[in-house]
């Protein structure tokens, strides 16, 4: 199995652009969880999704962030319109169960000018 | 979720054992005792998880006091690549919350 892979690993973008993340869990996990980490304030769970459906997305910092889970294969996170303080290396991650532990991607690093 | 504490800082040697230590005062019974490292730049990578009874698998083992209100994260042998920033997370929900984590330094 290849794990949980993110796209893109890396990404610039302008204030006020559109920005969408990319995951692919890892085949048969039912649970995803979207990360965010910055310095200031460690890792944070954003949202989590329970066999495409979303549970839990009291992380999510305001109404510019959406994450979809269209199929069990696939998730997106958007943000829209982007700010400066959006910059920050976000993780998503798959569970088989919520007890078991989680395998995390590598991140994708974003960058807001 | 019950709190949990953690020293900010360890340094272990090379080839020794490096002992991580996780206060949960507060911890509930249905709340499991979960570790995770992460190594720079990297996602954070799970290690071992319990609830009462100590674990050992191929990484580390886990030392779960009687009472439940701390606990121990062994690395039997500690290498370079072992150096990482390693949290304790108790939890009985379905998500986990990081804290700051401790930094361990492996020393040739």
């Known amino acids: 199995d290849a794990g949980v892979i993110q796209s893109p690993r890396h990404e610039v973008t302008e204030m006020g652009q559109e920005v969408t993340l990319r995951c692919k869990p890892i085949s048969g996990h039912d649970y995803l969880f979207w990360y965010r980490q910055t310095m200031m304030r460690g890792l944070e769970l954003l949202i989590y999704?329970?066999?495409?459906?979303?549970?839990?997305d009291s992380g999510m910092p305001e109404d510019r962030f959406s994450a979809k889970m269209p199929n069990a294969s696939f998730s997106t996170l958007k943000i829209q319109p982007s700010e400066p303080r959006d910059s920050a290396v976000y993780f998503c991650?798959?569970?088989?169960?919520?007890?078991?532990?989680?395998?995390f991607g590598s991140g994708t690093r974003l960058t807001v000018v | 979720d019950a709190k949990t504490t953690q020293p900010p800082s360890m340094d272990c040697a090379e080839g020794r054992a490096a002992n991580l230590p996780c206060n949960h005062s507060?911890?509930?019974?249905?709340?499991?005792v979960y570790w995770y490292r992460q190594i720079h730049s990297q996602g954070p990578q799970y290690i071992i998880h319990g609830l009462k009874n100590n674990e050992t698998n191929e990484m580390a083992s886990l030392i779960i006091t009687e009472d439940r209100k701390s606990s121990t994260l062994i690395l039997p042998h500690a290498t370079l690549r072992d150096t990482a920033v390693y949290y304790c997370i108790v939890t009985g929900a379905n998500n986990l919350f990081f804290g700051t984590g401790t930094r361990l330094t492996v020393i040739p």
């Open positions: 999704f329970n066999n495409n459906v979303p549970i839990d």
């Open positions: 991650a798959s569970s088989f169960t919520a007890q078991n532990g989680y395998t």
């Open positions: 507060t911890i509930s019974g249905n709340e499991y």
